[in-house]
């Protein structure tokens, strides 16, 4: 049985109509209109994933940069040497291990305050050129 001429079912293997809202007959302006609203707002979902990937990123390295400062500072306590830099770790560890639950508890706190210090002033250091850059990005972004 043959389709009518208003079915808009589409075979396989061929590509789905594109419909942008533009009704036959309607006035191209207000078609025009519907596109462009639809183009801005594609625009700004993309601005916003761009925005939270690059953010979402940024914090990421700026963890690693918090967590390498800990290595540092192990490497310079043992003043570049490595067998002593494993000496130090060792030393550490072994403390941790045979102290009581209320040191461990209290030391676990200190480094969980040093490291969101330090976390926080890599970040306010950083932000501001931070910002400058993904401002200057988004503003050089081609638009459709």
Known sequence: MPSPPNDVR??????APLDLGIAR???PSAGADDVS???ALRQRLADLAYLSLVTTGWFAGNLLGVLGCAV???IVLSAGQWDAF???VDNLTTRYVEADIGRRGLFEHYLVQTFMLLFIGITLLRAPGFIRR???????APRP
Not at 10 to 15: C, D, Y
Not at 134 to 140: F, I, Y
């Open 37 to 39: 609203r639809r183009t």
């Open 86 to 88: 494993f000496l130090q």
């Open 10 to 15: 589409v075979p396989l293997g061929e590509p």
């Open 25 to 27: 007959g309607s006035a």
């Open 72 to 74: 540092v500072f192990f």
């Open 134 to 140: 993904v401002r200057r990005e988004l503003a050089e």
